[in-house]
């Protein structure tokens, strides 16, 4: 692999997808084919997160990664409300109460102990920057430290703060946008962001967005990346714990398009545009964890009636090239196929 990104065999790198897709097994899979598999700790207890990396490494002996969420700035709790009387008849319709619009840090600090008791080899942050004090502490522990950014600006904030690695995320990708202040989507393509960020970072870049082939694999690399990362390709592989609906709803095709929203969550991310995310787009307010905890319940329940038209159904630009294949399959053939198109 170009730089010190990662160990592994191949510069392909699972994307920690929070929510149930990422799975011990999918990390031990895509390990098992040379790439470099993630953990997502996002809605995870401490204990959850614990056992999650000790179930990873009873399956592999391969290094992996953890995901974390750094804590947002509380939401207006005004428009909270509001977004919450809007919604009122989508939970009646499935017999639910909506959630708590609660704001909590996610378990931030009892995550982040986790993980250095683990000597976790890489731990990722996404929605920001950790302190300085955090990576230090984080390097004492042997981790090494990744951040998601979005803009060169937040690019540079992550290098002087120490971090080793970047994971450069563009607007193609799916699931969270992962920039520190959610103020606007983030509309950056990928490769022109990489190609902005690798003419000053001077740490190995990851490129995360869209990625479904080897020849895209190939045009990230080229741009500067050491690795690229991939989730949406990987979110109807056997491993993946993605849901039933969700992963008919991918294959099915029913959905035109994707749709970047805050209608879910409160926070900004791009899935398909199916019928919740068309009806509530303009009403979502800046709020996150808060509508992620208020819709919860809604999206569950129909999720356990098969109704695809509710959940987030979080997926990439490329989404329409998903398979069923095992991840390994993918990960071997992506990987093959980027050598080739590299020359």
Known sequence: MTGSALPSEVPIVQAPMAGGPSTPGLVAAVAG???????????????????????????????????????????????????????????????????????????????????MAAHVHLVSFTFGCPTTTTIDALHRADCRVAVTVTSAAEARTAVDAGADTLAVQGTEAGGHQGSFLDLAPNHRPLLGLMAEIAGFADVPLIGAGGVMTGAEVAEVLAAGAAAVQIGTALLCTPEAGTSSPYRQALLDGRYADTIVTRSFSGRFARGLANEFALAHHAEAPQAYPEVHHLTRPLRAAATRAGDASVPNLWAGTGWRQITTEPAGTIIRRMAADAVRARG
């Open 33 to 115: 084919a040379g790439g470099y598999g993630f953990l997502a700790a996002g809605y995870r207890t401490p204990a959850q997160l614990r056992d999650d990396i000790a179930d990873t490494r009873a399956l592999t002996g391969s290094p992996f990664g953890v995901n974390l969420f750094v804590p947002s700035a509380p939401g207006d709790a005004a428009l909270v409300a509001g977004y919450a009387a809007l919604l009122e008849p989508e939970a009646r319709r499935f017999g639910v109460a909506l959630g708590e619009p609660r704001w909590e840090d996610d378990g931030y600090e009892d995550k982040l102990a986790v993980v």
